[in-house]
């Protein structure tokens, strides 16, 4: 079975020849082009139009090409007053096809909910049908501002596409762009030619997660020059309206817990916290992630899920309600290491959030590189680095060694005990309380990395 994933990105108020535009890459490469560029600047607003393939053809790889749309869409912020997602789920001429009009989804989350519930249902493909729904769906969008059409399919159709594909094209201010995600040698490239200009504007790109890659650098490097929408106030002066993806609400947060034997009775207590956290915050592309490492003795400490795996409060629930004690030496220092992976991007880490690592340990550290030593290194690492423990009764319960929780955070204000854990939420959760309700923090630019407790940098006590 075929099981490329088409990526076409039509591009309104942007023409190929425009300088600074988005540098064309052979079809006959499967490296990644580099656009760079920041996020979509703060004047950008968006339609997309999202045209998924769920015919026979890619029915094997279906999931790939729904997880795919799920990652570029990361690049947005989806709300009525920001980004405006309509999307097509097609097969056959009409009975297996889904169609969400614009304003169906009123924020990232419900998109989300909606595209992983999708299912391939296999079916011939008839991409030209879908074009047409395509095109009448286009004319009710809002044309003041720029539209991107991004459909994934193999390229293959049983249907003539080149009429259609003609009319998308002579679109005024349109640019079309083809990206692959799997093997550049199984499309239907003469198909995709009836949406693109010529093959320069196909990228190729083996992988689901390069392809997603490349495709959300496009996304940003795109929008390098977006027009303004103007809007009139209640005394006829015009202003304009401006938006950005960067709340102000991004915390990259790290739950490194320990699940050594020592532990054995009180790390479900360890769960129930962390779970409590989570209840307290908003989960999202654009607010807070959240990554999980479970630790005991070197051989035993992995992450459980990296900061781009779940996008929802759910996720992360589910996530810590299946994570799983092992026992085993106590290595807290590898836990905190092991953390620091989270920096990376290919992780989900982002340049503009806030980093935070809770340890839950009860301190005692018989292996491993030195716990002080490991949370230095996060510090540098642009962490606010917090510890906490649990302090109550249970049988065969080994008493938590406070004076080492307060050695691996970074001053007394950030050691806490199951007692004062909304203490810790507060603080943790600071970043992202403007955006609890829906809020979105005024700026133009990325915020800076603060601490998220007073403001201002903390030093760390001496020893």
């Known amino acids: ?35 760079g560029g920041n996020a979509f600047p703060p004047e950008c ?7 998924l393939d769920r015919s026979d053809s890619v029915k094997g790889g279906f999931n790939q090409s729904r997880d795919f749309v799920v990652e570029v869409s990361q690049e947005l912020v989806i709300r009525p007053d920001r980004h405006d997602v309509a999307m097509i789920v097609y097969s056959g001429l009409s009975y297996k096809r889904e169609i969400y009009k614009w304003g169906t989804f009123k924020s990232n989350e419900e ?21 047409e729904v395509a095109l009448n769906l286009l004319e009710s969008r809002n044309k003041k501002i720029p539209t991107v059409v991004m459909m994934v399919t193999d390229g293959r159709s049983a249907d003539d596409t ?22 550049p040698r199984l499309i239907g490239k003469k198909d995709i030619l009836n949406y693109v200009v010529d093959e320069h504007h196909i990228v190729a790109q083996n992988g689901r997660e390069k392809a997603a890659t490349t495709a959300r650098k496009l996304l940003k490097k795109a929008q390098s020059k977006c027009p303004k929408v103007i809007t009139t106030t209640t005394t006829t002066t015009t202003t304009t309206t401006t938006t950005n993806p960067i709340t102000g609400c991004e915390l990259d947060l790290v739950f490194v817990l320990d699940f050594s034997t020592t532990t054995d009775p009180i790390y479900k207590e360890y769960k129930k ?34 900061l781009k795996r779940y996008k929802d409060n759910a996720g992360v629930l589910k996530g810590i309600e299946d994570l799983e004690y092992y026992g085993g030496t106590t290595a807290i220092g590898t836990g905190i290491m092991e953390g620091l992976n989270q920096t990376d991007e290919k992780h989900g880490a982002r340049e503009e959030a806030t980093r ?12 491993g590189p030195d716990p002080m ?28 060694n406070m004076t080492v929780l307060g050695l691996i955070a970074e001053d007394g204000e950030h050691s806490f005990t199951h007692e004062d854990l909304d203490k810790l939420i507060q603080k943790v959760g600071a970043r992202g309380a403007p955006c609890l309700n829906g809020g979105i923090v005024p700026s133009t630019a990325a915020p800076p990395r603060v601490p998220l407790g007073k403001g201002k940098q903390t030093t760390r006590r001496a020893t």
């Open 111 to 131: 998109f989300y909910k909606t595209a992983n519930g999708l299912r391939a249902v296999g079916g011939t493909t008839n991409t030209g049908k879908a074009l």
């Open 356 to 367: 935070a690592m809770i340890v839950f340990t009860d301190g005692w550290n018989n292996k």
């Open 45 to 51: 607003f968006l339609n997309i139009l999202i045209m």
């Open 273 to 306: 916290m962390a779970a409590a956290i989570v209840k307290k915050i908003k989960i999202g592309p654009h607010h807070t992630q959240v990554a999980c490492v479970t630790f005991s003795s070197a051989g035993k400490t992995s992450t459980a899920f990296n």
């Open 1 to 35: 079975m075929i099981t490329a994933a088409l990526l076409i990105l039509t591009l309104s108020h942007l023409t190929h020849s425009q300088k600074g535009g988005i540098r064309p890459v052979n079809i006959r490469t499967t490296e990644a082009p580099e656009p």
């Open 162 to 183: 080149r009429e259609l594909g003609a009319r998308l094209k002579s679109i005024d201010k349109i640019t079309v762009f083809a990206g692959v995600a799997g093997d």
């Open 373 to 400: 030593e490991a949370s230095k290194k996060a510090t540098e690492a642009g962490f606010e680095v917090y510890a906490i423990g649990y302090v109550g009764e249970k049988e065969n319960m080994v008493k938590t």
